[in-house]
């Protein structure tokens, strides 16, 4: 890398390096200050000497002992790191050019540094593009062979035995750690969005087993909008599959 360096014309013609002084005690180019610098402006004039900068990672030369590479930047995940070493999984022949990958994705064969390898390069299959990660919610069981979709609660995927899958497995946010809708909550979507439902609104919605416009217990939906169990006469109270409780049955 070179840059101009200021050399204002002296009288015998010669051109003064930057920032000396001219023989009226003057100084000469970088002495006037960054700001009044014409060697530093957008367009500097032709007197203004080149001066060769110190080697430096990123210049597109190996020449410095701690460079193991130099592909012209000091941008890491490129093969090339920011401190121009090769990074795994990358070859650098040649300096100043880009680094090329020694993962070979797409030949159905699992090599180092990759996590799946299915026969081919197509984003979203559950193999990566890139082979270096297998998606969420499948699994590649055979190097070669298509990957398979399984469903697990919490990979942000809704199948026929979840109420809900918010891509996570956290309780009290609409959607409990089993996928299955919270009370006081409704989901929809894939993943789940949930939001808070309200109770006594007359609109029966999410994990609401019932709700009767109130608030009020004991009149059989209670105030959490959750069947209550029916209790007629001295017979005992009953309750009913999908009511959302569960009955002790006494021993005999």
């Not at 003057?26 to 080149?50: F, Y």
């Not at 699992?110 to 081919?120: H, L, P, V």
């Not at 990957?147 to 891509?167: F, K, S």
């Not at 089993?178 to 949930?194: D, I, L, W």
Request: charge should be negative; aromatic fraction near 2%; glycine fraction near 18%.
């Amino acid at each position: 890398m070179r840059q101009r360096a200021d050399a204002g014309a002296s009288a015998g013609g010669g051109s003064p390096i930057a920032g000396s002084t001219g023989a009226n005690g003057g100084s000469a180019g970088l002495g006037l200050g960054v700001e009044n610098d014409p060697c530093r402006s957008a367009s500097p004039p032709t007197t203004c000497q080149m001066v060769t900068a110190d080697p430096g990672c990123g210049d597109g030369k190996v020449n410095q002992a701690k460079e193991a590479c130099d592909d012209g930047n000091s941008t890491s995940g490129d093969g090339c790191s920011g401190i121009c070493k090769v990074e795994p999984y990358y070859d650098c022949p040649t300096e100043g050019m880009p680094c090329v990958s020694t993962i070979v994705c797409g030949d159905g064969v699992i090599g180092a540094g990759e996590a799946c390898d299915d026969g081919n390069k197509t984003a979203k299959d559950g193999c990566a593009a890139d082979c270096r990660a297998i998606d969420k919610g499948y699994a590649c069981r055979a190097p070669g062979m298509a990957c398979e979709r399984v469903h697990a609660c919490g990979d942000g995927v809704t199948d026929a035995n979840e109420g809900c899958d918010d891509g996570n497995n956290k309780a009290g946010v609409g959607c409990s750690v089993r996928c299955q809708m919270e009370v006081g909550f409704k989901c929809a979507g894939s993943p789940s969005a949930c939001v808070a439902t309200v109770c006594g609104d007359k609109v029966k919605e999410g994990a609401e087993s019932c709700d009767d416009g109130n608030k009020l217990p004991y009149d059989g939906c209670s105030a959490s909008c959750q069947l209550e169990p029916v209790c007629p006469g001295t017979t005992g109270c009953a309750s009913n599959c999908g009511d959302g409780r569960r009955r002790r049955l006494n021993a005999r």
